[in-house]
T-cell receptor, first 110, second 112 residues
Framework: TQLLEQSPQFLSIQEGENLTVYCNSSSVFSSLQWYRQEPGEGPVLLVT?????EVKKLKRLTFQFGDARKDSSLHITAAQPGDTGLYLCAGAKGAQKLVFGQGTRLTINP | NAGVTQTPKFQVLKTGQSMTLQCAQD?????MYWYRQDPGMGLRLIYYSASEGTTDKGEVPNGYNVSRLNKREFSLRLESAAPSQTSVYFCASRYRVLLETFFGQGTRLTVV
């Protein structure tokens, strides 16, 4: 059973389009993080959201934490080929454990 | 800055063989983790160590053992490898919760 469900699992769009990736759970998390992973590399942190309803922007990427701290979304505006990668959400359970979603594999076509 | 260093990067084992994956971090982090990554499954926690001298099971600990040798090093051992353990293994470390978890480059393990 996946504690964090990401959708879609695969997304292929054209350069310049907008997209949203969702991360949903029935559990409450104390914080949620988004990571991006390139082939052959480990995941790299993009953002951490802590407060319910929080919105953070990182250039063309907008991250939102749900009011109830059970879900999150990642919105990319005007996607570029450099955005291609595997996007992972991860929720903190307790003081030590980080639980990951199954990932969204994003491909931006030129 | 080396960050988190894992060895080896690639390994092929026969069923029943044993091996140890090595991991070291140079960031003075308290917590260290071992994850496995399989297609469509994301990253699943195998074992973690909240501090030197302590280890705890994660979601999928069966078939694995770990050792937190000192603050820098955290190794993962497969005593008798099985094809189901074919995966990419990531070691990670973190200073404390809410801060960034740093990952190594991964070990691609194939058990035949």
């Amino acid at each position: 059973t996946q504690l964090l469900e990401q959708s879609p699992q695969f997304l292929s769009i054209q350069e310049g389009e907008n997209l949203t990736v969702y991360c949903n759970s029935s559990s409450v998390f104390s914080s949620l993080q988004w990571y991006r992973q390139e082939p052959g590399e480990g995941p790299v942190l993009l953002v951490t959201v802590v407060t319910g309803g929080e919105v953070k922007k990182l250039k063309r990427l907008t991250f939102q934490f749900g009011d109830a701290r059970k879900d999150s979304s990642l919105h990319i505006t005007a996607a570029q080929p450099g955005d291609t990668g595997l996007y992972l959400c991860a929720g903190a359970k307790g003081a030590q454990k980080l639980v990951f979603g199954q990932g969204t594999r994003l491909t931006i076509n030129p | 800055n080396a960050g988190v260093t894992q060895t080896p990067k690639f390994q092929v084992l026969k069923t029943g063989q044993s091996m140890t994956l090595q991991c070291a971090q140079d960031m003075n982090h308290n917590s260290m983790y071992w994850y496995r990554q399989d297609p469509g499954m994301g990253l699943r926690l195998i074992y973690y160590s909240a501090s030197e001298g302590t280890t705890d099971k994660g979601e999928v600990p069966n078939g694995y053992n770990v050792s937190r040798l000192n603050k820098r090093e955290f190794s993962l051992r497969l005593e008798s490898a099985a094809p189901s353990q074919t995966s990419v293994y990531f070691c990670a470390s973190r200073y404390r919760v809410l801060l960034e978890t740093f990952f190594g480059q991964g070990t691609r393990l194939t058990v035949v």
